[in-house]
């Protein structure tokens, strides 16, 4: 249910072109990904996050982004 509203949320954001909205709503979308054990899901989330924050040059975004990501390489075992 969580994550058919947020990406309700995310299409709303896209229309309006919220851009720090939808990295924060990705970064959401990806922790719930995670906690549901879909890691592939979440690397995509956190993954397209990402790039919407370097696109717009938040760094505190980016780095949020970016530890998201390096914990659910960890979970993947992905620590190479």
């Known amino acids: 249910k969580a994550l058919q509203q947020l990406n309700n949320l995310l299409a709303e954001e896209r ?3 919220d851009q720090s909205g939808q990295c924060l709503t990705l970064l959401a979308m990806g922790e ?3 906690r549901n054990a879909r890691y592939t899901d ?5 993954n397209e996050a990402r790039t919407i924050a370097e696109r717009i040059g938040d760094k505190e ?10 914990a659910v390489y960890r979970l993947q075992g992905n620590t190479a």
Not at 42 to 46: F, I, Q
């Open 15 to 17: 229309k309006s072109a």
């Open 32 to 34: 719930c990904e995670e």
């Open 42 to 46: 979440a690397a995509t989330s956190y």
């Open 61 to 70: 975004l980016l780095i949020q982004c970016n530890k998201a990501l390096a």
